[in-house]
């Protein structure tokens, strides 16, 4: 795989963090988590292939362990609040000081720097903070954060992987580690460039749901089937839109043109009405195989089973019988290979990975039993 031999250490975190590690972790890298002690069960559900290390980072010994594994890591994942890594001893200069070829990645809301960097926030706070959330919404209404996938998970964890990827291609020429400052802010309006660099062109000119992507357009949206599903419309450029037209049955001529855009809430009118008027799977019969950039809205379950995925294999099952996607991008070569077995328990590994990073197996019962590190392994819940 392409990150195999990348050693990293995750400290735990709540959401973008983990999707990060588990990112590299499926296509390659080995990703020890290091959990809190004395936590009753992890709330990381994106621990896919990682292992589990749980230490006391208030206590110096757990600090002195922990820079022990970074001395021998590639990466060091952290999710925490500006200062709070310093404030453990295990600040950049601490941790690179000791292994200069360490990339250092922080993962943060707001970033390193600036009046917001030490504020508490979540993903509707980044969202907001980056000017996207002020564009998602429906017309009239205001504005909706969809789940929490553009900052925690596009702009944050998958942005961080990326920047460690990179740092590590650096590494590869200059043979230095160096910090990876991500804030999710940052992260999330850069994945918006395409917003802000098309403004120019007018596509975002009228009030939020109004404008050409945004729900205001009727051949770009969803719309409700006879039996209570849906259907995505996407059908933006004449020909494919010409397509659309034929596959509700209507006729161009009978309607207002494509681009008229006091027309659109009449256009609007006239495709609900005829969407509402067969089932899903009619109008997958009705679309499947032409260009009216038609498709049905399927749900978590339906995903597997649908031919094409199934034809590509783009979602598998675990041995937990859970339903997960398949990593992408898909490298020819050397491509992905999610672990398919269950998440590790906090601390299932502390007692072998110690012992795999140099640790004497007395200084392990040592810190075991003085509860600086905690091991909770598979056979002891059987
Ligand atoms: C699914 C829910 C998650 C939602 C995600 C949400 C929408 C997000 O946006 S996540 C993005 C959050 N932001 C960031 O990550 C930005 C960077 N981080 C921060 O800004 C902050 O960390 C923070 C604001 C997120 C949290 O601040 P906090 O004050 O708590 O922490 P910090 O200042 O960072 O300091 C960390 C302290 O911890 C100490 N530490 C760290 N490691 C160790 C260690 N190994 N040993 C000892 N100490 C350690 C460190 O020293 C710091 O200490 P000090 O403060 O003294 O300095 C899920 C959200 C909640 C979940 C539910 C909940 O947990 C209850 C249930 C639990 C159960 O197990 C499972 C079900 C739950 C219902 C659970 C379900 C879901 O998972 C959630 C709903």
């Known amino acids: 795989m392409a990150l195999a031999g990348v050693r990293v250490i995750e400290l735990a975190g709540l959401a973008p963090a983990p999707f990060c590690g588990m990112i590299l972790a499926d296509f390659g890298a080995r990703v020890i988590r290091v959990d809190r002690t004395k936590v009753p069960m992890t709330v990381d559900t994106q621990a896919r292939g990682k292992q589990s290390v749980a230490l006391n980072l208030k206590n110096p010994r757990g600090v002195a362990v922990l820079k022990r594994l970074c001395v021998q890591s590639d990466v060091v994942l952290e999710p925490y609040r500006k200062g709070v890594m310093e404030k453990m001893g295990l600040g950049p200069e601490d941790l690179l000081k000791e292994n200069p070829r360490l990339i250092y990645a922080r993962l943060t809301g707001y970033g390193q720097s600036g009046s917001y960097a030490k504020a508490a926030g979540h993903d509707i706070n980044y969202l907001a903070m980056s000017g996207l959330l002020s564009m998602l919404g429906r017309s009239s209404e205001k504005p909706y954060a969809p789940l929490n996938l553009v900052a925690d998970f596009a702009g944050g964890g998958l942005m961080c992987a990326f920047g460690i990827v990179l740092a590590l291609l650096e590494r590869s020429r200059s043979g230095q580690g160096q910090i990876i400052d991500a804030s999710m802010v940052e992260g999330a309006a850069y994945v918006g460039s395409f917003m802000w660099k098309s403004r ?44 659309l037209i034929q596959g509700l049955g209507l006729y161009e001529a009978d309607l207002p043109a494509q681009m008229s855009v006091s027309d659109w809430p009449q256009l609007r009118q006239t495709f609900t009405r005829v969407f509402a008027s067969k089932t899903q799977e009619e109008w997958i019969r009705v679309f499947d195989g032409t260009d009216a950039c038609v498709t049905p809205v399927l749900s978590f379950d339906e995903v597997l089973s649908h031919p094409h995925n199934q034809a590509r294999g783009s979602f598998f099952k675990d041995s937990q019988g859970e339903i997960s996607p398949r990593p992408a991008p898909v490298l020819s070569r050397s491509p992905a290979e999610p672990c398919h077995s269950r998440d590790p328990f906090i601390g299932e590994h502390t007692r072998s990975v110690l012992k795999e990073y140099g640790f004497e197996q007395a200084q392990i019962e040592q810190l075991l039993s003085a509860g600086i590190a905690e091991c909770n392994e598979a056979k002891a819940r059987l």
């Open 200 to 243: 120019s062109l007018g596509l975002w000119n009228r009030p939020r749901g109004e404008n050409l992507l945004d729900s205001g357009a009727p051949f770009y949206d969803t719309y409700r089937t006879s039996d209570g599903k849906y259907m995505a419309v996407g059908a933006i450029e004449p020909q494919f839109y010409q397509q």
